[in-house]
């Protein structure tokens, strides 16, 4: 089954931190919450601006990404656990 | 009795997830909500932009969608219970 | 005495929904606040966009419209209760 | 003294409705408040739009207007108590 | 010592009402808050629209004004008590 | 070291109002919080409209102005004790 | 590992004062908070304005600037610690 997301949303499939040690210890992330990272699966046509015109996305599937601890929603996809976010909540690119 | 939504909303037939294992029993969903699935039937002509303009509407009557748990109020027409959200509720579609 | 609702507004008549059986009981309704059907009365012409045009009502005198319990004043004219609403308060148009 | 209302502000003279019986017992109102009828004396010019545009006024001074029993503050011209509103605090005109 | 206000605000000498009766006695005023009178100083040269046009100013200096009475700041100028607000807090203009 | 504010802030130097009266007591000041007095030492190239196009700034490096008590934040440059604060911060301009 | 801001974001290395006097004595900070300095080390490509085009970034890599102790969110990008703001959190350029 696919999903496209709507409008400027994006789906997401969480990338776990390694929060181990190379020891293989546990290290308790008891510091500011940091972003955490994703690959994005799919995403939507676009936002559309104040003349009704589509405003270009600027993440694609594929893109390795960083978002905030607590943005978009959760849903799962075929027994996958994903995220449905807003592009704007995503904080940058990596490559 | 035909209802046609206003504006940028839409009308929704919920589709109830599979709550049971395969053996039958009910799983407790006591994790972070999920969002709801459901399809539409029927959609509204489409908000207006700052200039008066009609904006298209991205979804149309047989999409299946998701939308987040608590989007949306529910009606009853012709005794079948539906949904009203606006077009912005919908997370997505599914094909 | 006619009235003429400011703007976006609209002056709807109230139809009092059948709470009752077949055989007569009244039937509490404790579940989740439903809609509301009306009639429209009147409507006005029509709020201004950012550059001081009319945009266009969707609806029209005569329209049997679904709203929100909660949307609306009420207000007595000729001493018969009415309400002043937003057309944006309107979910959809029954035919 | 005259008084011109700034941008898109109205002078308001309230019309006390008629709170008797036609046997002359004053009838409490307990019940929710209702709209407040009035009679404007003076418009603005009208409020700007996004580019500087005067925005035309869709009251005029002589109308006959209902507006909500919270709206517009007091002041006392001449002796007479009026008040000043905002032209979108009006609910609507009656002829 | 001459003193521009910046933009859409105005520089404003309030104008102290007459709270004395013929007899000359004070008149406590427990009621609600009337707007207070006031004489325009010096008026700014006008807030900038979306495209970063100048908004005109729709009064000027000279001009005898009621405002609310929380309305904008004190400023001592020259020895001078003044107040500063913006021309929106301006109810309306006398003559 | 130069410091250039961004956008539409400026950067101020604070004057220090005169607290003491001819004989050298210090008048506690428990009145209304006044407007602080400052000189501006360097602005931005502006904020951007709508349209992303600067917004000119209507106060330069010289100018002698006044601004809320609570307004900017201090910042330490070259061991001087300045102010950064947005433009639309300032009151007025004194000449 | 490099990293792309999106929109108007920008990457920051935080620049530590220098909070010791000259004879070594650490000062403690107990006064208003003051802002940070940092460095840019990368930025986005710039938010969209209303029409959607690009709106330019004001700033640069290698530029060193100001923020508010408060702005931004960590993140560790192979093991340095970096931080993430929008462009409007910066408050100057320091050349």
Known sequence: ??????HDRVLVRRIEGDAKTSGGLIIPDTAKEKPQEGEIVAVGAGARDEDGE?????????????FGK???IEIKLDGEDLMIMKESDILGVMA
């Open 54 to 66: 589509r405003i270009a996305m600027d993440v694609k599937a594929g893109d390795r990404i960083l």
């Open 1 to 6: 089954m696919s999903f496209t997301p709507l």
């Open 70 to 72: 607590w943005s978009g």
